[in-house]
C-alpha cells in the first residue's frame, strides 16, 4: 500500500534521527513533530476531512445570528411568513451539517484503522530486521506491549485529536470574530481569562504525559509476565506456582494502576477547571452585557447571540485541554514506540554494497576469529573491557563434504561459533568466510539460503506438521514435504495422528514429543536443503530410541554437505572427519577421535566422563 511505503518514511534510519537535547521542552517539540509526521501518508483524506469540518463548523456558527435576527426583526415585526423560512433553512443547515458531519467522521475513523494498521506492520517489519542481539537484552511481553497497546493509544490520540483540534480551533477564532462585531468591550473579558486556561493546561499536561508513560510501562511488564506465565503453563501447574504468578501479574498492574490514578486525578482537574474559569467569564459577560443593555448600547438580541457565542468559545477551550491531555499521551506512547524504530536494523540489510553470495560447495573457514556479546551495561561493542569475551583468535577449516565437531565444557563458544556462522551477530577481529568469500560482503538472506541449522530445542509453529516442515522452502509441493518427512523417519508416527500431515502441533509443538518436533525440525532442514548444515546438539534432550531414529535421518541428512556437529554426547562425534576442541573461547586442541585420545588432554577427560555418567551426559559437557 502507497501509505505503508510512506509512513516507514517517518521512521527515518538511527542515523538520521535528530540528537534529541536534553531540555524537556526540545524533547516535547521534536517528538511532536515527529508524530505528526505519521500522518504526512493520509495528508489528502486529513484535508477532506478538515474542509468538511471547517464547513460542518461554518454552519455551526450561523445559529446564533438567526436567534439574533429573530428576536431583533422577525419576532419585533411580527412577520410569520419570514418566520417560517427561517426556521425551514436553520432545518435544511441542520440536515447539511448532519450529512457533512457523518461523511467526515467516516473519513477519520477510516484514517485510524488505516494508520493503526501501518504502523503494525512496519513495527513488525523493522523487528525483524532487527540483529539477534537486540532481542537478548528485551523481553518479548514488553515488544508486544508496543506493538500493541501503545499503537493503540497512538492511534486513539492522534486521530482523535487532530480534526478536533481544527475544529475548535475554527469555532474559537470564529466565535471571538463574530463576537467582536457584536460588542468589542465585552469580547475583551475573553482575553483576559484565556491566558489562566492555558497555564493551567500546560502544568496539567506535562504530568498526563509524565504519567501515561508510567502506564505504558506498567501494562508492559504485566505483558511480559502474562506472556512467560502462559507459555510456561507446564511448569507453572508442574511446581503449583499459580498464586506466585498471579501475585507477579498483580504486581505489575499495581504499577500501572497508581500511575493511571495519578493521570486520572489530572485529567479530571483540567476540564473543571477550566470550565470554572470559563463559566465565570460568562457570569461577568451577562453583568456588563446586562448594563449595556439597559444603557441602550446593546439590543437583547445582541446579549443573547454573544451568550452563544461565549459558549462557543467556552467550550473550545475545555475541549482544548482535554485534547491537550490526550496529545500527552499520544506522545509518551510514540516515545516508547519511537524507541524500537530507532534501534538500527542489522548492519547488512542497510549495506548497499553487499552481493548475493553465489551457490557454494562448502568450504568453512575461521581466520582468528573474535568476539564478545554485549554487556548488558553498554550499548554496543565499543566497550570491549565491559563486554564478555566468548571467541579469542579461532581458526579452523572445514573442507565441503567434512563433518567437523566442536566440543568442550559449558560456556566455551560451541554454540556462538555456529550463530557467527549464520551471521547471527557481527565479530569482532577476523574473518568468515565460505568457499573463500567473507561473509560479511555478502547479503544475509543468501548466505543464510545455504545453510540450515538444527538446534536442541527445535521451534515449531502453532501451524500444522505440513506448514512447519514447508517453512525450509515455501514453494514446496505437498510430495515434496511428505518426502522430506519419509527422510527424516517421521511419517510413521504422522500417519498415526488424527489429521495426518495436516495435524496441528499446538504451540510451540506442544502435542509432540520432544524426538518428534526433532525429525520435524529435521524434515525441515531436508527440505531446505543447504549445503552446509549446522547441528547443535541436536540429539541430547532424547531417550534411547528417539536419538536412534533421530541420529539415522541426520545421517541421511549430513550426506554430501559440510556439517558443523556441536555435541556434548562425545561418542555421537567419534566418526567426524576433525574435532575441534575449544575451552574458555580458544581451540586448545583438534584432531580425529583416536588422535585426541593419544593426546590425553581435555577430550580424552571429557570423553572419559562422557562414558561415566552416560546416564546423565548433561553434567558432563554441555
Known amino acids: 500500500m502507497a501509505e505503508t511505503k510512506e509512513i516507514q518514511q517517518a521512521f527515518p534510519p538511527t542515523s538520521e534521527v535528530e540528537e534529541q537535547p536534553s531540555p524537556r521542552h526540545d524533547r516535547t517539540k521534536i517528538s511532536l513533530s515527529r508524530v505528526l509526521a505519521l500522518l504526512r501518508p493520509y495528508r489528502w483524506r486529513l484535508i477532506v476531512a478538515a474542509v468538511l469540518l471547517v464547513l460542518t463548523n461554518g454552519l455551526g456558527l450561523l445559529f446564533p445570528l438567526v436567534i439574533r435576527t429573530l428576536l431583533n426583526t422577525i419576532l419585533g415585526q411580527h412577520n410569520e411568513r419570514l ?97 467582536v462585531l457584536i460588542n468589542w468591550r465585552i469580547t ?40 512467560e506465565t502462559l507459555s510456561a503453563q507446564r511448569v507453572v501447574k508442574a511446581f503449583a506456582r499459580e498464586d ?48 449595556e443593555v439597559l444603557a441602550g448600547r446593546l439590543t437583547a438580541g445582541d446579549l443573547v447571540a454573544f451568550l452563544f457565542y461565549l459558549f462557543m468559545l467556552v467550550e473550545p477551550l475545555v475541549a482544548l485541554s482535554n485534547l491537550y491531555a490526550q496529545i500527552q499521551a499520544a506522545l509518551a506512547a510514540a516515545g516508547r514506540v519511537f524507541e524500537v524504530m530507532d534501534e538500527p536494523a542489522e548492519a547488512v540489510s542497510n549495506d548497499p554494497s553487499a552481493v548475493e553470495l553465489p551457490p557454494v560447495k562448502g568450504r568453512v573457514s575461521f581466520e582468528r576469529v573474535s568476539f564478545s556479546y554485549p554487556s548488558p551495561l553498554t550499548n554496543g561493542p565499543e566497550n570491549t573491557q565491559a563486554n564478555r569475551r566468548v571467541l579469542r583468535d579461532v581458526t579452523f577449516e572445514a573442507q565441503p563434504g567434512q563433518v567437523v565437531a566442536l566440543v568442550g565444557p559449558s560456556g566455551a563458544g560451541k554454540t556462538t561459533t555456529l550463530n557467527l556462522l549464520m551471521r547471527l551477530y557481527e565479530i569482532e577481529d577476523g574473518a568468515i568466510c565460505i568457499d573463500g568469500i567473507n561473509i560479511r560482503t555478502v547479503q544475509t538472506q543468501s548466505l543464510r539460503a545455504q545453510v540450515a541449522i538444527v538446534p536442541q530445542e527445535p521451534t515449531l509453529f502453532g501451524d500444522s506438521i505440513a506448514e512447519n516442515i514447508r517453512y525450509g522452502r515455501l514453494d514446496a509441493t505437498n510430495e515434496e514435504v511428505r518426502a522430506a518427512a519419509v527422510a527424516a523417519n517421521a511419517i510413521s508416527f504422522i500417519e498415526q495422528l488424527p489429521e495426518g500431515i495436516n495435524t496441528p502441533v499446538g504451540e510451540r509443538g506442544v502435542k509432540l514429543s520432544a524426538g518428534q518436533r526433532q525429525r ?65 573461547g580458544r581451540i586448545v586442541e583438534r584432531g580425529t577421535h583416536q588422535e585426541l585420545l593419544e593426546l590425553n ?3 580424552a577427560r571429557l570423553y572419559t566422563r562422557n562414558f561415566e555418567d552416560l546416564g546423565e551426559p548433561e553434567a558432563a559437557v554441555s
Do not use: C
Open 188 to 227: 475583551l473579558v475573553i482575553l483576559i481569562i484565556g491566558p489562566l486556561a492555558g497555564i493551567t493546561t500546560s502544568r496539567l499536561g506535562r504530568r498526563i504525559r509524565q504519567r501515561t508513560r508510567g502506564v505504558q510501562e506498567g501494562l508492559g511488564e504485566a505483558g511480559i509476565v502474562l506472556e
Open 83 to 179: 418566520l417560517n423560512i427561517v426556521v425551514l433553512v436553520l432545518l435544511a443547515v441542520f440536515v447539511l451539517q448532519a450529512m457533512l458531519g457523518a461523511l467526515q467522521g467516516y473519513l477519520v475513523t477510516s484514517l485510524g484503522e488505516r494508520l493503526s494498521f501501518d504502523l503494525r506492520t512496519t513495527l513488525f517489519r523493522h523487528l525483524q530486521s532487527l540483529p539477534l542481539s537486540f532481542f537478548d537484552s528485551r523481553r518479548i511481553g514488553e515488544l508486544i506491549s508496543r506493538v500493541s497497546n501503545d499503537v493503540t493509544v497512538l492511534q486513539t490520540s492522534l486521530t482523535g485529536n487532530v480534526l478536533p483540534i481544527i475544529s475548535q480551533v475554527v469555532m474559537f477564532i470564529g466565535s471571538i470574530v463574530i463576537a
Open 520 to 584: 520435524i525440525a529435521i524434515a525441515r532442514a531436508l527440505l531446505h536443503d543447504p549445503r552446509i548444515l549446522l547441528l547443535d546438539e541436536a540429539t541430547a534432550s532424547l531417550d534411547n530410541e528417539s536419538e536412534a531414529l533421530v541420529q539415522e535421518a541426520l545421517n541421511r541428512l549430513m550426506q554430501q554437505r559440510t556439517t558443523i556437529v556441536v555435541a556434548h554426547r562425545l561418542t555421537t562425534v567419534e566418526q567426524a572427519d576433525s574435532i575441534l576442541v575449544l575451552n574458555e
Open 601 to 603: 588432554g581435555l577430550y
Open 244 to 291: 506466585y504468578e498471579q501475585n507477579r501479574f498483580n504486581t505489575r498492574m499495581l504499577k500501572s494502576l497508581r500511575e493511571a490514578l495519578q493521570r486520572a486525578l489530572a485529567q479530571s482537574l483540567l476540564g473543571p477547571v477550566n470550565e470554572l474559569i470559563g463559566f465565570s467569564a460568562v457570569v461577568i459577560v451577562l453583568w456588563f452585557g446586562g448594563r
